[in-house]
């Protein structure tokens, strides 16, 4: 049983002292403000931006990042933390978690990744940004640890930095618990220096397979790599080779293990479909436990996987609630009232209705489809895709086949992995697609869109986190230059 953590809801004295690092006032390179912070972070190695063919085997070890930690003063060990890993779902569930401990009093941090517009989005406190100048003080506290131990553990990392700067912003913030998505794989994420109160892994499928497996046993193995010893492992009930294999891994480590959901499941979960006024089509969920009695939940984002990832949000409460934090139904009922995830089933022009949504891989396409056929009716619907080159193309092809009235192939502008407009039209003549054309740019894509589609139509931009980024960048442009007239 951990310690009772009290749920005030603000901000309280440091839980302990992170000892603060030597001053390098002067030394070149230190960023100081949040302009030179954006500046040194466009100069590191960025994973997320490369093709994984031309990464080696070796790019991915946690000695840096725990050298780096610990130049800092270790501040990862001053914050108790939930740990969320998995192919689909695992920003949707960590949303929905951290909101409903805001919910029930807490201050609660949030590391996830990627980013939309602002890379601040990674590190938010009660879903707030961290602010600019504590941005810019972060980032300049990690980059002097970094300069230190470089010439014995190699330059830094983009993402090694960000995610020394969140544990250390909340450290330094004190925050009562903060829930950290992994942003690669598990076993030898950056992020995986954290001892949790609660691990989670969510669904499994084809992704990154050059760098995590080519079967989705494989991928488990690495996902299940944040299970540590004596912390609770949890996961949904999916295909049986994967659950099988995080099983092992939990065994391996000794860190016990539930499934939420499906027969013969360790926790009891169920949800159903339902229309109400003000809420619309929307899942309701059930979990039951020794503990906590879930009851018929209303699940604030759209589609049938958010149901199971809504499910396992409420598992890790129940495992917090275990270790000592006070978990309350009304609180997390209200904090799922408050989850919102941009980017996400966002629904974000509406003359013309234009649906964003990061999908890139077949698996979260197929979701995707499904949830607008049940929550957005159309008479003809006009996708615009853009993704990066590494990804399965065909798989993803094929299935907005199943579901495009026409397609407009297009990039994201400045994404070095991204596919050529060209090669993805023809590809998907060659998935079974018909009506497609192609536009070298977003802008022009969602021109060509809005000139096809009428008053009840629906324009769905899909594929990639940068192609959804900058639409929601280039309409909230246009918003304002609206707004200005």
Same mark, same amino acid.
């Given at each position: 049983?951990?310690?009772?953590?009290?749920?005030?809801?603000?901000?309280?004295?440091?839980?302990?002292?992170?000892?603060?690092?030597?001053?390098?006032?002067?030394?070149?390179?230190?960023?100081?403000?949040?302009?030179?912070?954006?500046?040194?972070?466009?100069?590191?190695?960025?994973?997320?931006?490369?093709?994984?063919?031309?990464?080696?085997?070796?790019?991915?070890?946690?000695? !840096?990042? @725990?050298?780096?930690? &610990?130049?800092?003063?270790? /501040?990862?060990? %001053?914050?108790? $933390?939930?740990? #969320? =890993?998995?192919?689909?779902?695992?920003?949707?569930?960590?949303?929905?978690?951290?909101?409903?401990?805001?919910?029930?009093?807490?201050?609660?941090?949030?590391?996830?990744?990627?980013?939309?517009?602002?890379?601040?989005? !990674?590190? @938010?406190?009660?879903? &707030?940004?961290?602010?600019? /100048?504590?941005? %810019?003080?972060? $980032?300049?506290? #990690? =980059?002097?640890?970094?300069?230190?131990?470089?010439?014995?553990?190699?330059?830094?990392?983009?993402?090694?930095?960000?995610?020394?700067?969140?544990?250390?912003?909340?450290?330094?913030?004190?925050?009562?618990?903060?829930?950290?998505?992994?942003?690669?794989?598990?076993?030898?994420?950056?992020?995986?220096?954290?001892?949790?109160?609660?691990?989670?892994?969510?669904?499994?499928?084809?992704?990154?397979?050059?760098?995590?497996?080519?079967?989705?046993?494989?991928?488990?193995?690495?996902?299940?790599?944040?299970?540590?010893?004596?912390?609770?492992?949890?996961?949904?009930?999916?295909?049986?080779?994967?659950?099988?294999?995080?099983?092992?891994?939990?065994?391996?480590?000794?860190?016990?293990?539930?499934?939420?959901?499906?027969?013969?499941?360790?926790?009891?979960?169920?949800?159903?479909?339902?229309?109400?006024?003000?809420?619309?089509?929307?899942?309701?969920?059930?979990?039951?436990?020794?503990?906590?009695?879930?009851?018929?939940?209303?699940?604030?984002?759209?589609?049938?996987?958010?149901?199971?990832?809504?499910?396992?949000?409420?598992?890790?409460?129940?495992?917090?609630?275990?270790?000592?934090?006070?978990?309350?139904?009304?609180?997390?009922?209200?904090?799922?009232?408050?989850?919102?995830?941009?980017?996400?089933?966002?629904?974000?022009?509406?003359?013309?209705?234009?649906?964003?949504?990061?999908?890139?891989?077949?698996?979260?396409?197929?979701?995707?489809?499904?949830?607008?056929?049940?929550?957005?009716?159309?008479?003809?619907?006009?996708?615009?895709?853009?993704?990066?080159?590494?990804?399965?193309?065909?798989?993803?092809?094929?299935?907005?086949?199943?579901?495009?009235?026409?397609?407009?192939?297009?990039?994201?502008?400045?994404?070095?992995?991204?596919?050529?407009?060209?090669?993805?039209?023809?590809?998907?003549?060659?998935?079974?697609?018909?009506?497609?054309?192609?536009?070298?740019?977003?802008?022009?894509?969602?021109?060509?869109?809005?000139?096809?589609?009428?008053?009840?139509?629906?324009?769905?931009?899909?594929?990639?986190?940068?192609?959804?980024?900058?639409?929601?960048?280039?309409?909230?442009?246009?918003?304002?230059?609206?707004?200005?007239?």
């Amino acid at each position: 049983m951990g310690k009772t953590v009290g749920n005030t809801g603000r901000r309280r004295a440091r839980l302990v002292e992170v000892e603060p690092p030597p001053s390098d006032a002067g030394v070149v390179g230190v960023p100081e403000t949040h302009a030179q912070a954006l500046a040194y972070l466009a100069r590191r190695t960025d994973f997320e931006r490369q093709n994984p063919v031309r990464i080696g085997p070796d790019a991915f070890k946690l000695d !840096r990042m @725990r050298a780096l930690l &610990e130049a800092l003063g270790n /501040p990862q060990d %001053g914050v108790r $933390c939930v740990h #969320v =890993a998995g192919t689909k779902g695992k920003g949707s569930t960590c949303e929905m978690a951290a909101s409903c401990l805001e919910g029930c009093g807490y201050t609660v941090g949030i590391y996830t990744s990627p980013h939309l517009l602002d890379v601040r989005e !990674r590190i @938010r406190i009660n879903r &707030e940004r961290i602010a600019e /100048p504590d941005f %810019g003080r972060a $980032c300049g506290a #990690v =980059a002097a640890a970094a300069e230190r131990i470089a010439r014995k553990h190699g330059e830094a990392t983009f993402f090694e930095v960000l995610t020394a700067m969140g544990l250390l912003h909340f450290a330094e913030q004190a925050v009562d618990v903060a829930v950290i998505e992994v942003g690669l794989g598990g076993r030898l994420d950056s992020t995986n220096v954290i001892v949790p109160e609660v691990a989670a892994v969510t669904s499994i499928s084809l992704d990154h397979t050059q760098l995590l497996g080519d079967t989705v046993e494989k991928i488990a193995v690495e996902k299940a790599g944040i299970f540590k010893p004596g912390v609770p492992a949890l996961t949904i009930q999916q295909d049986k080779g994967v659950v099988e294999a995080m099983r092992g891994v939990a065994e391996r480590v000794g860190a016990p293990f539930q499934v939420v959901g499906g027969a013969g499941s360790d926790i009891d979960f169920s949800f159903r479909f339902e229309y109400q006024a003000g809420l619309g089509p929307h899942a309701r969920v059930c979990v039951t436990t020794p503990r906590s009695n879930f009851e018929h939940l209303p699940v604030p984002l759209k589609g049938e996987h958010q149901a199971l990832n809504c499910g396992l949000a409420l598992a890790i409460l129940d495992k917090l609630g275990e270790r000592g934090f006070n978990i309350t139904e009304s609180g997390v009922t209200r904090g799922l009232e408050r989850t919102t995830l941009p980017g996400r089933f966002e629904l974000a022009w509406s003359s013309p209705r234009i649906l964003l949504d990061g999908a890139h891989n077949p698996a979260s396409i197929k979701c995707l489809v499904k949830a607008i056929g049940a929550n957005l009716p159309y008479d003809s619907m006009v996708v615009v895709f853009g993704c990066c080159s590494d990804k399965d193309i065909p798989g993803m092809l094929r299935t907005i086949a199943t579901g495009a009235d026409k397609v407009i192939f297009t990039r994201a502008s400045g994404n070095r992995r991204a596919a050529s407009p060209g090669e993805l039209a023809r590809r998907y003549v060659e998935a079974g697609g018909k009506m497609s054309q192609i536009a070298e740019s977003l802008p022009a894509a969602l021109e060509l869109a809005a000139r096809a589609v009428a008053r009840d139509d629906l324009i769905c931009v899909t594929g990639s986190f940068y192609l959804v980024g900058e639409a929601k960048r280039y309409l909230e442009e246009v918003a304002r230059k609206r707004a200005a007239r």
